[in-house]
C-alpha cells in the first residue's frame, strides 16, 4: 500500500499496481476501468473527469469504476452502475474511511465487529435485494449508479444512474430488427473493450448462451485468453460438447475441470472478509480447481457469463403478454406473443391467458415482492422494514409489471456476483452487466426477448451468426444437482449442528422443526434444497465474524 493522492481533505492509499488513474494536481482518483462512451476507447487521460458533474460523467463515460473527487470544500464518490469494483464506507472518530476491502476496517483503534442482525433477516427475508447498510454495524455500502457526497455538514447519497431511466415507455425500442441490431453493437463493442483491459483472461464457459456470448465478444486477438469449462460430475448431463463447439468455432484454447466436492469446507464461507454473507459453499467445488488453472496460466482477471439470465430477460412468465397488451391493446401483437408464451412453455394460448388474468395487476406494487426463505420461524417477517438506502427498488409509476420483474432481476443479481475465492488471485468480472448492455437491454419490450417461442431470443438473434447453431438454439441448462446432493450427504452431521443449535437458531430466526423434518427427509424437493443451504452460508458467515470479535 502506498499514497496515491493526498490533498486538503482527502487521502488515498492503494495498491499502485491495481488499475487506476489519477487526477491532477491531487484531485482524486478513479480506481477499476473507464471507457469513452462514443469509442469504447480505454481513458488514461484524466483531465476532463474532474470537470464533470456525475450524471455528466456516467453519461460520457461507461466502465468498472469508483471515482473519488475532491471539488472544492467537498468530495465526491461515484460508483459505476454495473458495481464492478466494491466500495463500503465507515465514519471511524470523525473520520470518513471509504475502501473496496472492507475487512481492513477492523482492528486496533478501527471497529469491532459486530453482527447487525436486521440486516442479516433482511437478507433471507428479501433476498438479493441489498440495502445500503451492511450485515456488519458500521459499515455501509456505496451502491451501484450511487453517489456518496461528503462535506462539512456530513455525509449523503443520491442517485447519478436509475435503471427506470430505460424501462420509461418513451425510450422502448420499437422494432425487433432495430433491437438485435443494437445489441449486437453494443455488446460487441462493450465486450471487446474489456477484453483489451488484460493480457491473460481466464474465461470461464458452460457452453450456455450468456457465457458463450461473452467468449464471442472478448474474441479480439487483443489478449492470451482462455477458457475453462467444467465436465460433469456422475449422474450429472454433460455441457461438454457445446463448450467444446464454441472454444473450437472462436479458437480458444479450453481446458475442462472437473468439480471436486472434496475441496468443499461447509463450515467456511468465501465472503468471509465481506460484510454481507453472499457466497455459496457449492461454489467452493468450483473455485477451488479454478485457482490451480488460474496459477499455472498467470491469469490477470477472471471472466463469466454472470447476470446474462437476467439481463437477456429470461423468463418463463405470462408477464410479457400483459406488457404488450398494456401497450397496444388487444390485436394480433398480444396473440403473436400468447403463442409463443405458449411454445416456450410447452402449453396452449389459453392457458397463457388465463395465467396472464390472474396475474393482471389489479393494485400494481412499486416494490418487487419479497422470496423469503422457507425455513425461517413465522414471525420472523413481523414488523421487518423494507431494505433502506436503496432508490433502485421502488418502480415509478407508469413502468409495466413484466419490465418491472426484469429491472428488479438485474438488480438481484448483484448479490450474486461475489464471495468468490478466486477474487484474492484477480479480478471476477460479470461484463455482461456493464452499464451499455444494460441500457439497451432494459430499453427492449419483454415481448421481444420471448418472440419465436424460446427465451432471451433477442440475444439469441444478436449473435447467431457468431456462436455455433446447437448453442444459439439450444433450450435446456444442465445443472451440478448430483454434486450438490453428495456434498450435502457428506456434510449432513455439520448441517445439521450448524442449524439446529448455531447462531441463527439463537436468534430465533428459524422453523427448527421445519429443518429438522427436511433434513431427515429424501430432501427431494429441489426448491427447498437451495434455502437450506441459504442458511448453512450464513451460519458460517455469522460464525466466522463472531469468532473474530470474540478473537
Known amino acids: 500500500m502506498v499514497d496515491l493522492v493526498e490533498g486538503p481533505g482527502l487521502l488515498v492509499i ?72 466494491p466500495c463500503y464506507y465507515a465514519e471511524i472518530e470523525g473520520v470518513h474511511v471509504l475502501t473496496s476491502r472492507p475487512n481492513l476496517l477492523f482492528g486496533p483503534a478501527l471497529l469491532e465487529p459486530v453482527i447487525d442482525w436486521t440486516i442479516v433477516t433482511q437478507s433471507l427475508v428479501f433476498r438479493d435485494f441489498r440495502p445500503a447498510r451492511t450485515c456488519l454495524r ?11 457526497d461528503l462535506n462539512d455538514r456530513g455525509a449523503s447519497t443520491h442517485c447519478a444512474w436509475s435503471p427506470w431511466t430505460f424501462a420509461e415507455p418513451a425510450v422502448r425500442v420499437t422494432d425487433r430488427a432495430d433491437a438485435i441490431a443494437l445489441l449486437r453493437d453494443v455488446a460487441s463493442t462493450t465486450l471487446g473493450a474489456w477484453a483489451g483491459c488484460f493480457e491473460r483472461p481466464l474465461i470461464e464457459i458452460s457452453g450456455g448462451l450468456d457465457s458463450s456470448i461473452v467468449a464471442a465478444g472478448m474474441r479480439t486477438g487483443q489478449s492470451e485468453a482462455h477458457c475453462l469449462t467444467f465436465g460433469p460430475a456422475p449422474g450429472d ?25 472434496a475441496t468443499v469446507d461447509i463450515r467456511h464461507s468465501d465472503a468471509q472478509d465481506l460484510p454481507r454473507p453472499c457466497a455459496r459453499s457449492f461454489s467452493q467445488a468450483l473455485d477451488r480447481p479454478i485457482q490451480v488453472l488460474a496459477a499455472e496460466l498467470r491469469t490477470d482477471a477472471f471472466f463469466g457469463g454472470g447476470g446474462g439470465d437476467s439481463m437477456f430477460c429470461l423468463t418463463h412468465s405470462a408477464f410479457p403478454l400483459i406488457d404488450r397488451l398494456a401497450a397496444e391493446g388487444l390485436g394480433k401483437g398480444v396473440f403473436e406473443t400468447a403463442g409463443d408464451i405458449a411454445q416456450m412453455t410447452r402449453t396452449n394460448v389459453w392457458k397463457v391467458f388465463a395465467a396472464a388474468a390472474r396475474r393482471w395487476p389489479r393494485n400494481h406494487s412499486a416494490m418487487p415482492k419479497p422470496m423469503t426463505n422457507a ?100 433450450r435446456t441448462k444442465v445443472s451440478f444437482s448430483s454434486l450438490a446432493y453428495r456434498m450435502i450427504r457428506a456434510n449432513m452431521t455439520i448441517i445439521r449442528e450448524m442449524l439446529l443449535d448455531g447462531a441463527l437458531a439463537r436468534e430465533g430466526l428459524l422453523d427448527r422443526e421445519r429443518i429438522t423434518r427436511f433434513l431427515e427427509g429424501t430432501m427431494a424437493d429441489s426448491e427447498a434444497l437451495p434455502e437450506v443451504m441459504a442458511l448453512v452460508e450464513v451460519e458460517a458467515w455469522v460464525r466466522h465474524w463472531e469468532g473474530r470479535s470474540l478473537g
Not at 449 to 470: H, I, K, M
Request: glycine content about 10%; aromatic content about 8%; charged content about 20%.
Open 14 to 85: 492503494g495498491d499502485a499496481r491495481a488499475a487506476h488513474v489519477v487526477l491532477p494536481n491531487g484531485g482524486g482518483i478513479l480506481f477499476g476501468h473507464l471507457f469513452d462512451r462514443e469509442s469504447s476507447a480505454r481513458v488514461i487521460e484524466p483531465a476532463k473527469l474532474g470537470q464533470l458533474s456525475a450524471s455528466e460523467l456516467v453519461k460520457s463515460y461507461w466502465g468498472g469504476y469508483v471515482a473519488i473527487r475532491a471539488l472544492g470544500d467537498r468530495v465526491e464518490v461515484i460508483r459505476d452502475p454495473s458495481g464492478t469494483v
Open 138 to 148: 458500521g459499515i455501509s455500502e456505496v451502491l451501484p449508479g450511487i453517489v456518496f
Open 237 to 261: 448431463a454433460s455441457e461438454l460438447p457445446w463448450a467444446r463447439a464454441v472454444a473450437e468455432l472462436l479458437g480458444y484454447p479450453l481446458t475442462e475441470l472437473v468439480a471436486d466436492a
Open 375 to 474: 425455513f425461517l420461524a413465522p414471525h420472523v417477517r413481523d414488523c421487518l422494514p423494507w431494505p433502506e438506502g436503496n432508490p433502485w427498488l421502488a418502480a415509478p409509476a407508469g413502468i409495466p409489471p413484466g419490465k418491472c420483474k426484469h429491472v428488479w432481476s438485474i438488480i438481484g443479481i448483484q448479490n450474486q456476483l461475489e464471495g468468490y475465492g478466486r477474487e484474492a488471485m484477480a479480478p471476477l468480472l460479470a461484463p455482461l452487466m456493464s452499464q451499455p448492455i444494460a441500457e439497451i437491454c432494459i430499453s427492449i419490450p419483454t415481448w421481444f426477448w420471448c418472440a419465436g417461442g424460446n427465451n432471451r431470443t433477442v440475444a439469441r438473434e444478436a449473435f447467431r451468426d457468431r456462436l455455433p447453431a446447437s448453442v444459439i438454439d439450444r
